[in-house]
């Protein structure tokens, strides 16, 4: 597990709620507790980010409400650890 | 590869990860058959056999039993999926982008009208008489 990207996940799951006033349907970069910028689609989030910054130090995340952006569902036999 | 109508994603191995040297770009949560987790998503190029190619999917780390790949209802409802075990032999196809429906129960319908004796002298008198 990456926990740099762990801790990310946290400070987006924290601050959902201000992110969606801000940013509702676009992508941000969050990276070391703050959000380097929002985009309109992941791609370009992560290519115009790892020219500054090292691929596997930032998280990409959709702004929405809810739960639906980062939740999947698996009926089958899959470990996640 | 293994298609899973079950899986809402689609999941690639600690092996592929480490083979391709992927890096994360998010997490998500996940709820499987052995409770709940974080796992870590990646950006990557999905190429089926056929040729086709799928670009920017966004995948989840996952332990698939073996197995490099798992293709979830992510890419699996892009397009069209079946399964036919006709002769006994079971084969499962795929295709995209989806080209139309297939509906067994109209089919069977169409079949069984198919199959009806066509109607005798008098039927075919009083289907001309009352108009049908």
């Known amino acids: 597990m990456t926990d740099s990207l762990k801790d990310e996940f946290a400070f987006y799951l924290k601050h959902q709620d201000e992110l969606v006033e801000q940013y509702d349907g676009r992508y941000v970069v969050i990276k070391d507790g ?32 809810g739960t639906a952006d980062y939740t999947q569902s698996f009926h089958s036999r899959v470990v996640f650890s | 590869m293994i298609w899973d109508t079950g899986a809402t994603n689609s999941v690639i191995s600690r092996a592929v990860i480490d083979a391709c040297g992927l890096a994360p770009t998010g997490m998500t949560r996940v709820h499987g058959v052995h409770g709940s987790a974080e796992a870590e998503t990646y950006l990557v190029n999905i190429a089926l056999p056929n040729m086709v190619i799928f670009s920017a999917v966004r995948v989840t780390k996952g332990d698939i039993g073996g197995v490099d790949v798992l293709v979830g209802m992510d890419i699996i409802s892009s397009g069209d999926f079946s399964v036919t075990n006709c ?20 089919q069977a319908g169409a079949i069984r009208a198919a199959k009806e004796p066509p109607p005798n002298r008098a039927a075919r008198r009083r289907v001309k008489r009352d108009g049908g």
């Open chain 1, 34 to 65: 703050e959000v380097l910028d929002a985009y309109d689609d992941e791609f370009t989030a992560i290519s115009e980010t790892q020219k500054s910054h090292q691929l596997g130090t930032f998280l990409v995340q959709k702004v929405s409400r």
């Open chain 2, 87 to 106: 002769d006994g032999i079971t084969k499962f196809s795929y295709r995209t982008p989806s080209i139309e429906h297939i509906d067994y129960a109209e």
